[in-house]
């Protein structure tokens, strides 16, 4: 995901003629690098993130290059120099510049839904990116409440229901409205669940108590439920409903960001909905487990909220920067190159901060 971000800044830098001194995967300190024309390409030790060092970015390059134009007595090599600057080109090509590892994230999105539809993509039933019959319909557990009877008997996200019986009677009808009747009607007594796990199509079995909810009276056992198929198209209509589903995916995260934003402002936010780079590791890993689609998918959740995320108004973030470009061109100059690369540096600071608290939660949860 990171390389696909940073690539984008990297190809439409060049494609304007913009001097790139590094791209960088990683965060220094340097392990190896090499150089190819005016570009240093370089692997660093921390896999957290990524970069581009585009000429005339920084507050020193950027004074150096203004006195140069002032005075006009610097030589031809260096005014040629500052042409090649991001700070002197146009603003709308240096917009586009920031702005292209955005949409490249929502590209790559779009690329990876497309090919989980040409592959055979996971689809609940009745949803509407289902344009073509399912196969291979499964009931499967999409969440499992903390500290409930399912918990506690060991069922997992992701795991296929394929029975349900109790001392009295079974039911190999697993719809979700036949295993909550099932559940009611068992009045808190003891069922089996048959399930499988994974791509392992072995069959397991667990004993399940259901406790009666004091709210309505009813027996339950702690599980959300969803029949969930596989759908595979043909290439052009792959990549329509690839796009259709990059769109609901995008609208989805910025809602869900915005609320997760106002719940903060209000007291009523939690980390419990947020994780960092620790905490990816384990969901990847459960992802695998389910096959290889699963992991794609889950692929372009990640590239869909690092685009939104860094689209984001806030300082050392693109998005920060194109607010500054826009500051600039309302105001006709040029901010105060000091004042900017403060603020940009606040910013960083604060999210290296915000990544830290998020590490610690995640190492938490771990345990």
């Known amino acids: 995901m990171v390389l696909v971000h940073e690539a984008g800044h990297f190809f439409t830098a060049k494609s304007f003629g913009i001097r790139v001194d590094e791209f960088g995967f ?6 190896f690098s090499f150089k190819k ?3 240093e390409y370089s692997l660093n030790l921390l896999p957290l993130g990524g970069f581009v060092k ?18 006009k007595k610097e030589t031809p090599e260096k005014m040629e120099l500052a042409k ?31 090919l989980s539809f040409m592959s055979g993509f996971p689809t609940s039933v ?34 296929k229901i394929i029975g349900i019986k109790n001392s009295n009677d079974s039911t190999t009808d697993v719809s979700p409205e036949a295993v909550i009747s099932f559940v009611v009607e068992s009045n808190g007594e003891e069922i089996i669940i048959e399930y499988t796990r994974g791509k392992n199509t072995e069959i397991n079995t667990t004993k399940v108590v259901p406790v009666i909810d004091q709210a309505d009276g009813r027996a339950k056992i702690g599980i959300s439920m969803d029949q969930i198929g596989t759908v595979k198209l043909p290439v052009f209509m792959a990549f329509w409903e690839g796009l259709r589903l990059d769109w609901f995916m995008t609208k989805g995260t910025v809602i869900g960001l915005y609320t997760l934003v106002k719940e903060g402002i ?41 685009a939104i995320i860094n689209l984001l108004p806030f300082p050392a973030l693109d998005g920060g920067r194109l607010l500054f470009l826009l500051i600039e061109k309302m105001k006709g100059s040029r901010i ?13 600071y604060l ?5 830290l608290v998020i590490t610690y939660h995640d190492v938490v949860k771990l345990f």
């Open 26 to 31: 990683g965060f220094p300190p340097k392990i």
């Open 54 to 71: 585009i000429f005339g970015e920084s507050v020193d390059e950027v004074d150096t290059l203004e006195v140069g134009f002032l005075d």
């Open 266 to 306: 209000q007291g009523n936010g939690s980390l419990d909905a947020v994780i960092g780079p620790v905490g990816l590791v384990g969901i990847v890993g459960d992802a695998y487990e389910f096959g290889f689609i699963y992991l794609m998918s889950f692929a372009t959740l990640i590239s869909i909220n690092l």
């Open 84 to 114: 090649r600057s991001l700070a002197h080109k146009p603003k709308w090509q240096q917009a586009l510049v920031l702005v292209a590892g955005i949409v490249a994230n929502f590209l790559l999105a779009w690329l990876l839904f497309s």
């Open 126 to 159: 009745g949803s509407e990116i289902a344009v073509k019959e399912l196969s291979d319909v499964n009931l499967v557990v999409t969440s499992v409440l903390q500290e409930s009877p399912a918990e506690k008997a060991g069922l997992k996200t992701g795991d």
């Open 336 to 348: 105060n190159p000091k004042i900017a690369n403060t603020v940009n540096a606040m910013g960083f």
């Open 37 to 39: 024309g005016e570009t």
């Open 351 to 355: 999210l290296i901060l915000l990544m």
